[in-house]
């Protein structure tokens, strides 16, 4: 090899460490962007539509008040009504709850991941392991696992035909932390190219845009595991 074709191989790895680090910053100047308008969005829900809500279950009150005993057939309908509105309100904490895990600031990132499943079980009927060690972990880090789990758990839902998942959250002394998502679903090729491929794709850039790696594991009739490291902060 020629000096002049060493300095252009060196120039051409520069250049491809200097795009890389470019798409890098901007993956995660994406997932920051996306995660503020999910914020955004969580706080006109809670704000707005909660004001809402509370407005008609205060006049819904009012109204049966001053009915009283007077027209049974109304009051059966206004009860309904009452009922309807409460489930409104449930749906609009879930909803808040899955743009913006309000958990994780106040409860940390084992607690929220253990609602989380237990929220999941309930809804899809599987049943849900959890390992979950305490983290030391930076905010940021601890929303990209959470997204992970959730992007994982909702995969399962729609493809997996899995019965049981476990999920693992290990954090020793020095190490980085580790998460894994295992079911015994259907598993694919993680190589073919599918709604949940993709997903899972973007998963990897928002790890690695935090400094970490995943792995996936499957193959058809194996089910899948989901495995993220991420540094210590």
Known sequence: ?????????????????????????????MQTVREDER?????????ELGALLTSARL?????????????????????HLVQTLDTVVALKRRIIEDLRPSALAHLGLPITL?????E????????IHCDLMATQLV????????RLVQEA???VAKHAGARQVWIKLQALAGEPVHLSVRDDGCGFLPCAASSASHGL??????????GGSLEIHSAPGQGTQISASLPLA
């Open 1 to 29: 090899m020629s000096i002049r074709q060493g300095l252009e191989n060196t120039r051409l790895e520069a250049e491809v460490a200097r795009r890389t680090a470019q798409l890098t910053e901007l993956a995660r100047h």
């Open 39 to 47: 914020a955004r969005l969580a706080r006109d829900l809670h704000d």
């Open 59 to 79: 006049d819904a009150a009012r109204i049966r008040a001053r009915l009283g005993d007077t027209a049974p057939e109304a009051l059966e309908r206004l009860a």
């Open 114 to 118: 253990d609602i989380l499943a237990r």
């Open 120 to 127: 999941f079980g309930e809804q899809s009927g599987l049943q």
């Open 139 to 146: 905010p940021a880090a601890e929303l990209t696992m959470y």
């Open 153 to 155: 758990l909702n995969n």
């Open 201 to 210: 794709a973007g998963m990897r850039f928002r790890v690695e845009a935090e």
